[in-house]
């Protein structure tokens, strides 16, 4: 096994079925070779556009005769493009539905601007008191200040949001006794092995906290979006071109008022998933890519997701339409505004 960087020529056969895979045409060390891209990567070969750099991490090389090609399949890891660092946190949001990374990042929809607002004000509380050796509730009022146009364009007043975060950086006062003298906050993190970029909330020897302000409590699982997140920025700090290690993390949930620290085991999987959501995301930001509507059987995540109006409107926008079953505007809606025919009808 090893890594390789290469230049994607074009797909030169593809095969369906149980094995789908991707033949690609490579320009790797000056030389041209096949690459061979198996489940789960083996959809890549229908979009990428000639003369794209991909990083190919744990490929397989195979000796047949006289000829050499190369194979990645599920013990590998392909990154398109890798010179495009996507954020860290978009994996997330497009592991809930890929659409409302595209209302996001495209249309320009935040799900719910306060909840952005409160969460910058939380980390910015985290990131002072670390550095100026305080307590994240004592440096609160200031943070607030600075914070004041954002919240009050929004129609929220000082004292609300206040009262909003004020359990949220008081439970973290205690917290930060796990911190040594050697913390960074708000650490930049670029990985052009991975294409990824973020903050890390803080970085403590390698060890790496992010901060949530989900409630989440301690009879719950980390959830599986900031494990993603955690494992992206724990094999980018590692040398993944050598060791394939990664450093251990930790996601610290203030939501509840109460502090839950859940650990995250980064492993060569959850980076392969998190990998693929983060080609999915370079595919919607730069090729183009409208990710359809959720298929009937996870209507659930339409029922609560925060763009759902939005997304419909959308779907009228690209002639991607509901039927009256399964739009997710049917509370509000007349239900007559379709044919008879489609009032019903499957699309
Ligand atoms: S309504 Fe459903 S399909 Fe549309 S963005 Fe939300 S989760 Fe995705």
Redesign the pocket.
């Known amino acids: 096994m090893q890594n390789i960087t290469c230049i994607y020529l074009k797909t030169l056969s593809q095969q369906s079925g149980e094995n789908p895979r991707s033949s690609l045409l490579i320009e790797y060390n000056n030389q041209n070779y096949i690459l061979n891209l198996w489940e789960p990567w083996h959809e890549i070969g229908d979009y990428l556009p000639p003369y794209t750099k991909i990083n190919v991490f744990n490929v397989e090389i195979v000796e047949d005769g006289e000829s050499v090609f190369y194979s990645a399949g599920s013990q590998s890891i392909v990154v398109i493009d890798p010179d495009i660092l996507m954020y860290a946190s978009s994996v997330g949001n497009i592991s809930?539905?890929p659409?409302?990374y595209y209302?996001n990042d495209i249309v320009g929809e935040l799900p719910s601007p306060y909840v952005a607002v409160r969460g910058t004000i939380v980390h910015v509380a985290l990131s002072a008191a670390i550095a100026s050796k305080s307590k994240p509730s004592l440096i609160l009022p200031d943070v607030l200040n600075w914070f004041e146009l954002n919240y009050e364009q929004l129609g929220y007043k000082k004292s609300d949001v206040h009262q909003d975060v004020k359990v949220m950086t008081e439970s973290l006062d205690d917290f930060m006794d796990n911190f040594s003298d050697f913390s960074i906050p708000e650490s930049l993190f670029l990985s052009p092995e991975l294409g990824i970029r973020g903050r890390i909330d803080v970085l403590d020897k390698n060890q790496i906290y992010e901060l949530k302000t989900a409630k989440v409590t301690n009879a719950d699982q980390v959830r599986f979006s900031d494990s993603m997140q955690v494992s992206l920025y724990s094999y980018g700090i590692g040398n993944i071109r050598n060791t394939n290690t990664s450093q251990s993390g930790s996601v610290i949930y203030v939501g509840s008022g109460d502090v839950v620290s859940k650990q995250v085991n980064p492993s060569w999987g959850i980076l392969r998933y998190s990998i693929q959501l983060r080609n999915l995301a370079y595919r919607i930001s730069y090729l183009g890519y409208i990710p359809p509507?959720?298929p009937e059987e996870q209507n659930k995540?339409?029922e609560k997701?925060s763009?759902?109006i939005l997304?419909t409107l959308i779907c009228a926008g690209l002639y991607q339409y509901r039927t009256c079953e399964n739009c997710?505007n049917n509370i509000i809606c007349s239900k007559k505004a379709l044919p008879q025919k489609r009032q019903s009808a499957r699309p």
Do not use: E, G
């Open positions: 809930y539905c659409r409302s209302i509507i959720l995540k339409c997701c763009v759902r997304c997710n």
